[in-house]
């Protein structure tokens, strides 16, 4: 039989097979608001089976802010949108947006979709946002004439006096700084991915870390919170280990701030986040977690929303393309990365999600 004859005989996907196929959680709740059923994704966002979730309170699984929300969603004949909603699953805190339709065939009945708000819908617009491709195309003359200006300060140290020297070394200086900004802006600009593979989170981090603490100030009280248990995870070792020294070093430098500087770095299994990938047009699974916390003052407030966007810094001589750099190099591996403030503790977190690795080395 054919694939045309094989597809017209297979009938087409039934309403249970539709909903199970949706990226985004739906809920179905009773009148009384507890949980009657779930998707898979929904599952998958709530870090629960369907199983365990049926039959509890909606209000106790989506922690919700806004009391006068939650007044609303009492009411059996609500029907709300929320944008940008701040919630807690699982004591942790999220965004999301929310819709609440009613069923008209069963009064008090209620669908209810939650997707991810404070990435999703962001990473998406990165994917359609076009990187720098044309300072990266750019940049590629201006090294050209760098390098001859580098040389010609060179030839001039040799022959200069005393007094001349330092001028010719900062010439020096100044020319490698800008060539590792131009290097910085060719890696933003570069549209093709590094090859992902099975990776050993913790050995990466470790090389990370060995390299930071080359230039780390010997104050710093450096702490590891790892769980050995965590499988590999796919991504690219060259790209998760330049992430990973970004990341530390900017932990150390705003932690210099503090009378007693800390860093943590924590490794932990996190189920419940997803993500809709635009270019593979489906969702990937990133149960991995790897956050990076620093007890500095933290990104102006400001700036918070932006920190991930290119020439932003908090930095009072940054560049504002490391961020960046990392925000492309762990889409590059569908992953995911954000930021977050505790301003009560006085911490700043770093977080990074990526997919496991399968033991037969497939692909998420």
Do not use: C, Y
Request: a neutral charge; proline letters at 7%; hydrophobic letters at 40%.
């Amino acid at each position: 039989m054919s694939k045309e004859a094989s597809a017209a005989a297979t009938p087409p996907p039934g309403p249970s097979d539709q909903i199970a196929g949706l990226s985004f959680a739906l809920l179905l709740v009773t009148p009384e608001l507890r949980i009657a059923e779930v998707n898979p994704a929904g599952e998958v966002l709530l870090g629960a089976s369907a199983a365990r979730l049926s039959g509890r309170e909606l209000l106790d699984v989506l922690g919700l802010t806004q009391s006068d929300l939650a007044e609303r969603l009492k009411d059996p004949e609500a029907q709300l949108v929320a944008r940008g909603l701040d919630v807690t699953i699982n004591e942790r805190p999220w965004r999301t947006n929310l819709t609440v339709s009613t069923m008209a065939s069963h009064p008090g009945w209620r669908m209810i979709t939650l997707s991810d708000a404070s990435q999703g819908e962001r990473f998406e617009e990165q994917e359609r946002r076009p990187v720098l491709r044309g300072p990266a195309v750019l940049a590629h003359e201006i090294k050209n004439p760098l390098a001859a200006i580098r040389g010609a300060a060179q030839l001039l140290e040799k022959q200069a006096s005393d007094k001349q020297a330092p001028l010719t070394r900062l010439v020096v200086q100044e020319v490698d700084r800008i060539a590792q900004l131009i290097d910085r802006m060719q890696r933003l600009g570069r549209e093709q991915s590094e090859p992902v593979a099975p990776v050993n989170l913790h050995e990466a981090i470790r090389k990370a870390i060995s390299t930071v603490k080359m230039t780390a100030d010997d104050a710093v009280a450096w702490k590891e919170e790892f769980d050995p248990s965590l499988p590999p995870v796919l991504a690219n070792d060259g790209a998760l280990v330049q992430v990973l020294v970004n990341l530390i070093a900017n932990a150390r430098d705003a932690a210099s701030q503090n009378v007693a500087p800390q860093i943590r770095i924590r490794t932990r299994f996190a189920g419940g986040v997803v993500t809709n990938v635009i270019r593979l047009g489906r969702s990937i699974k990133l149960p991995i977690e790897i956050r990076v916390s620093d007890n500095g003052s933290g990104v102006d407030p400001a700036l918070r929303d932006h920190i991930f966007e290119p020439f932003v810094s908090s930095k009072a001589h940054g560049q504002g393309l490391g961020l960046a750099l990392v925000q492309k190099l762990v889409r590059d591996m569908n992953g995911r990365v954000s930021h977050e403030r505790d301003d009560a503790a006085g911490w700043t977190h770093f977080r990074i999600q990526l997919p496991v690795a399968k033991p037969n080395g497939e692909k998420t």
